[in-house]
């Protein structure tokens, strides 16, 4: 057990907490070393403890999940993974620093249970490899969130008419990819190519994470329906628990997002906006993959890459996990590697010519 990952469970309800304790303590490689039952508890406990990852419930009495780790991550850098209601909190408390999030199960809908504990579990052992982003702080001594951080765009030379409407731009991301993702975006101008997103997120989360990147972005943001075409200024998040795909429909490119099985054990699954975008899209293609766990995104990435397109991996410096981009480099997908931080300017400066 000595190279086991050790885990503290956060929840006020013990209900949650002995399921998620008796799941874990199941799984090979993983030791769940104690319980908290709010957030004083787990901060008492966690310096004797040790323990390499949290699982946290967002909506706690008291101190909520969303201070805690205000409070946790500067003194105590640990990975966190939250159990959440399909509530926007969640994106603050990613904000603040958590590395990842699973929603919390609907106790009567079938199978809801299964998918959540195989989330969970997975996340756990993303999370032990991961980097943790402690968020920045203001003079007044409260986390930087994504609420009070007006979007800065890039200062740069619009970007001509004819290459706004020739490119198509694809984005990859898993754990770490909700802040790097809002990273990118708000660097970059309105006057931007059409955007295609694939992040790995629940059903009803991204319609809510698209809302908050609209608010804080310079280009229209928003969930893809199926149908909507894509257009310079507009990027489009794949909708949870389906895969989205681009196809060419007339003088258009739309996006096709239909329920469909896991890819790359994913759905959505970056491989396939990808490699729609290698097979289909015969105007010019950029491919950026970012921070996630296992390879899902690398194939479709060298796909595009072998129908001439640009692509960008996020380097591993910059990434909360290094595994998506890591293998995508590996088999030769990448043209060239980026921090979290630069990939706008790489990407504005290859628009540029």
Do not use: W
Not at 204 to 218: E, H, K, P, V
Not at 236 to 260: F, S
Not at 322 to 336: D, K, L, R, S
């Amino acid at each position: 057990m000595n190279n086991s990952i050790k885990v503290l469970v956060v929840d006020d309800s013990s209900l949650f907490r002995q399921m998620i304790i008796q799941h874990l303590s199941t799984q090979p490689g993983i030791e769940v070393v104690g319980y908290a039952i709010n957030a004083f508890d787990a901060g008492q406990k966690i310096p004797r403890l040790k323990p390499d990852v949290l699982t946290l419930d967002v909506e706690m009495p008291g101190l909520n999940g969303i201070e805690f780790l205000k409070q946790l991550l500067p003194k105590n850098p640990i990975p966190v993974i939250l159990v959440s209601s399909l509530n926007l909190s969640v994106f603050d408390a990613l904000s603040a620093g958590a590395v990842d999030f699973v929603r919390k199960p609907d106790m009567s809908a079938k199978n809801s249970k299964d998918t959540f504990f195989t989330g969970l579990t997975l996340k756990v052992r993303a999370a032990s490899k991961a980097k943790v982003r402690v968020a920045a702080r203001q003079n007044t001594g409260s986390a930087v969130t994504a609420q009070n951080v007006a979007a800065k765009p890039m200062p740069f030379p619009p970007i001509p008419r004819n290459v706004l409407d020739s490119t198509i731009i694809g984005l990859g991301a898993s754990t770490g990819g909700t802040e790097a993702t809002l990273a990118v975006l708000q660097k970059l101008p309105a006057n931007i190519p059409g955007i295609v997103i694939t992040q790995h997120m629940p059903e009803g989360f991204t319609d809510m994470y698209a809302q908050r990147l609209n608010r804080i972005c310079s280009m229209e943001v928003r969930e893809a329906k199926n149908g909507d075409v894509i257009r310079p200024g507009l990027a489009l998040i794949a909708p949870g628990a389906k895969q989205m795909e681009v196809v060419r429909a007339g003088n258009n490119y739309i996006v096709q997002c239909h329920p469909g099985p896991k890819v790359s054990g994913h759905c959505p699954s970056v491989n396939v906006l990808f490699n729609s975008i290698a097979k289909n899209v015969a105007i010019k293609k950029i491919g950026i993959i970012m921070t996630g766990m296992g390879s899902d995104g690398a194939e479709g990435l060298l796909q595009m890459r072998q129908k001439g397109a640009f692509t960008i991996g996020q380097d591993k410096e910059s990434c909360v996990v290094y595994g998506m981009p890591m293998v995508a480099y590996n088999i030769g997908a990448v043209c060239t590697q980026a921090s979290c931080d630069n990939i706008p300017s790489v990407l504005l400066n290859h628009l540029k010519g």
